[in-house]
């Protein structure tokens, strides 16, 4: 049964059941908990890689019903947006297998990929979070946008703009957010990549939407829709959505279950994660074929997202996606380690390997907490890249060996970790080019990498 985004709004503004938004977060924990023992949902800390297709297609029909009982929360209003059974597999029957983005020579497809895929995945750089600063933006997003494994990239404006600081849907967030993507167009035509697609990541509606145009975000670039956890939406995220499908270009829409809050631990978390799948295709509109989707995953407890049980989540719940839906899947990769240290790419290899043979294509890395300004370089979207076309290689058996050995090298300093170094201490910033130091330190890590089974090309 056909439903449209203005149905959808509809039920988020005026028709949607009212309920506060304590009780709904309430009823995500009734509803995981209960599920979790429906489904025979366990955590497996020893494999992080999930072997067991069973429990990921079980997983998915958790997360399936945990939606159709849900719904999406609208906090403005205090609606819940529900759909029923028909109207949630139409939209899922109708999810485009592959997207064309980008323009021109620098055209890529991302595609949707399934468990043990021995299809490369689309690789979209970018410094998440990272808190460039408007005088290094340019040289920064440059290190990404020239790396050729590299297919586009994220990038978010500074957070102080002509030393003001930049306000959430404020004029100056405008400013700034209009400002950087001037950068950013300047940053690709630099190295030859005109067309490459690129994800604006303003904060507000306003910001991206006023971004939106031939010398900006094009119609083959893409903009954030955001999803507030767990199953939350609000009027920004909508407004992005609404334009997106007006404008024509693509959104990436994103969930994060925050593991240790309501969805409880790793197996509720899992369902939760499973869950948002239909919010990003409910409220998405994903069907629409402009539309890739990310999972993210976000610890309560002081991590990032490279522990066992953040790993499994991503495994597990990503494999119940690509098994059982066409969806055009990333995956966020969220480190405690910061750039030019060997336990951010240790973290990185774990959390690619894991993904590129879940089903994943990959999404840009996260410090989980950046301690400063131009937190991020290049040469950690390339490390992403070059571990993705090596895992591709691996079964899932090896895939998790090679995880357990990493574990060896980082496991005991997560949440402690070296808060690493600034775009400017890692790079000649006016060549754009790796410091002799790092690139010894990347090169080592991929020497050690290999000697635990990776062949990279």
Request: glycine share 10%; net charge negative.
């Amino acid at each position: 049964m056909h439903i449209n985004f203005l149905e959808i709004m509809d039920r988020a503004i005026n028709t949607g059941e009212k309920m506060e938004a304590r009780d709904f977060d309430m009823k995500v924990y009734s509803e995981t908990s209960r599920l979790i023992e429906k489904y025979n949902i366990k955590f497996d800390k020893e494999n992080v890689v999930n072997m067991d297709k069973d429990m990921a297609d079980r997983l998915f029909n958790a997360g399936r019903e945990f939606y159709l009982n849900m719904g999406t929360y609208t906090m403005e209003t205090k609606r819940v947006i529900k759909v029923s059974e028909d109207e949630l597999d139409y939209l899922l029957n109708q999810l485009p297998e592959k997207l064309v983005i980008g323009r021109g020579k620098d055209t890529r497809v991302m595609r949707h990929r399934n468990v043990g895929d021995k299809t490369l995945p689309s690789v979209q750089g970018g410094v998440i979070g990272g808190k460039a600063t408007e005088d290094m933006m340019g040289s920064l997003y440059q290190s990404i946008a020239q790396e050729t494994l590299v297919d586009s990239f994220y990038f978010d404006p500074p957070h102080i703009i002509e030393k003001r600081d930049v306000t959430f849907g404020t004029p100056l967030e405008i400013y700034s957010a209009k400002a950087a993507t001037a950068k950013i167009r300047e940053a690709v035509r630099k190295v030859g990549r005109e067309g490459m697609h690129i994800l604006g990541g303003s904060g507000s509606g306003i910001a991206d939407v006023a971004c939106c145009n031939e010398e900006g975000i094009r119609k083959s670039d893409g903009i954030c829709a955001h999803t507030t956890s767990e199953l939350k939406t609000d009027y920004d995220s909508l407004n992005k959505i609404m334009h997106t499908i007006q404008y024509g270009c693509f959104r990436q829409v994103w969930w994060a279950p925050v593991i240790g809050a309501f969805a409880g631990g790793a197996e509720g978390s899992a369902v939760a994660a499973v869950g948002g799948l239909f919010h990003g295709v409910v409220v998405g509109q994903a069907h629409l074929g402009a539309t890739y989707l990310d999972l993210q995953v976000t610890p309560y407890y002081n991590a990032g997202a490279t522990d066992r049980m953040s790993l499994w989540i991503l495994s597990t719940a990503g494999q119940a996606i690509v098994q059982n839906s066409k969806a055009i899947l990333q995956g966020t990769i969220t480190t405690t380690a910061g750039p030019g240290t060997k336990m951010m790419l240790y973290e990185i290899a774990a959390s690619t390997i894991v993904q590129a043979v879940s089903g994943y294509n990959l999404f840009g890395v996260r410090i989980h907490k950046p301690t400063k300004d131009n937190h991020g370089t290049g040469l950690e979207s390339r490390w992403m890249a070059e571990v993705s076309r090596a895992a591709v290689k691996l079964d899932l058996d090896q895939s998790n060996k090679i995880v357990n050995k990493l574990f060896e090298k980082y496991e005991d300093k997560i949440g402690k970790g070296p808060e690493g170094y600034s775009f400017d201490e890692l790079y000649d910033v006016e060549m754009v080019k790796p410091k002799d130091s790092y690139v010894k330190i990347y090169n080592e890590v991929k020497e050690e990498l290999t000697k635990m089974g990776l062949e990279f090309e």
